[in-house]
DNA sequence: ACATATCGCTACGATACCGTAGCGTAGCGA
DNA sequence: TCGCTACGCTACGGTATCGTAGCGATATGT
């Protein structure tokens, strides 16, 4: 068997098609543009998936990038490593347009719904390990539903991101550990 | 002069566009479907707006909805009533998506960008008055960026309408109202 | 060396849009 | 009633995309 041009091709179509995605977004993606850049044949990007939205969750799949879940010891400590590790992710541009575009199709969309899914759940799960951590040491109020958790713990993050990128620049890591900090806190009994 | 056919047209057509972009958002409406829903024809359409985004930007201009701003003497009750008020809008799955599509057009699009800005600046507004009224009475920590306030303030809104909106079912709105004032109050000194 | 899997290339057919032109018609004001 | 204005309609020219067909060239494994 000839395997190792199909590799190849495979892996050159999957790049450009990463490439595309951060500058052209989910919709402006197209396949055409994907075999100039790529220099592979449109033809043979269609023996590869059967149509774009496979092309697209193929090339996203491997790109996701997992955050490194830190364990210091302490919620506060754990909690500023990882904004630390995803903040410069989040204040890229392209990476915001591409998040958002992700949304939207999802919306729309329900073949790409998984791969939205995908997405925040890989990142949301670095942050819950952190959370759950911090509940096993007592660090936190127990009975509170981690979506409320997660609403201040990654909130000002996101929406920053989303609605109000230059503001993201102004965002105090440590400050906004401690925020998160204090409502979470576990109350005196 | 003959304004009123004109006029009566132009109203059509903009019903149609709002009516569209909630169902197909800001990339899937199109012109000639404009032109089948309202019965304009697309020839007239072009009369009215020399392109697109014009149509679409004229379409919205007239459908943000801007919330009271409650006065109720408390930060606690003002907030309450806000989230009331909101939270039914962003619980609509097709204003999710438009809200979502905007934001993605707009991040590509420098011509949009002025949409998003109003979309959100006029609900912000509102919410920055409930906030400054709270300054005044002395209930809030006086030197606090608005930028963080907001975070808290309409963060877990924002979070769950974009990314989990089945979770906008489980809010709390006092509960969210509590939380954000107890990080706003002011500190003893 | 030979067979076969795989690729590149060009060319399509099929849609779907955009935005415009030209012509005839109907409403509206004087 | 007359004339202007705005509209509707059909038909374009142009572009972009999708996804497919057919054929020749090339690499790979035996």
Redesign the pocket.
């Known amino acids: 068997?000839?395997?190792?041009?199909?590799?190849?091709?495979?892996e050159?179509m999957l790049a450009a098609t990463a490439e595309l995605l951060l500058e052209s977004g989910v919709t402006?993606?197209?396949?055409?543009?994907v075999?100039r850049r790529?220099?592979?044949?449109?033809?043979?990007?269609?023996?590869?998936f059967?149509?774009?939205?496979e092309l697209i969750i193929a090339a996203l799949d491997g790109h996701v990038p997992i955050p490194r879940v830190p364990d210091t010891g302490t919620f506060r400590e754990d909690l500023i490593e990882f904004y630390g590790e995803i903040l410069p992710i989040f204040m890229s541009e392209s990476v915001r347009r591409l998040q958002l575009d992700i949304l939207a199709a999802a919306a729309r969309d329900p073949e790409l719904a998984r791969l939205d899914l995908q997405q925040t759940r890989s990142r949301a799960s670095a942050l819950r390990t952190i959370y759950e951590r911090a509940r096993e040491r007592g660090e936190v109020e127990p009975d509170v539903p981690y979506a409320d958790a997660f609403d201040y713990l990654e909130g000002p993050l996101i929406v920053r991101s989303l609605l109000y990128p230059p503001l993201l620049a102004d965002l105090d890591i440590e400050l906004m550990a401690d925020r998160a900090i204090a409502l979470l806190a576990p109350r005196p009994r």
């Open positions: 068997m000839a395997r190792t041009r199909s590799l190849e091709a495979r050159k402006g993606l197209t396949i055409d543009e075999a790529s220099g592979v044949a449109k033809t043979t990007i269609y023996r590869h059967p149509d774009r939205n």
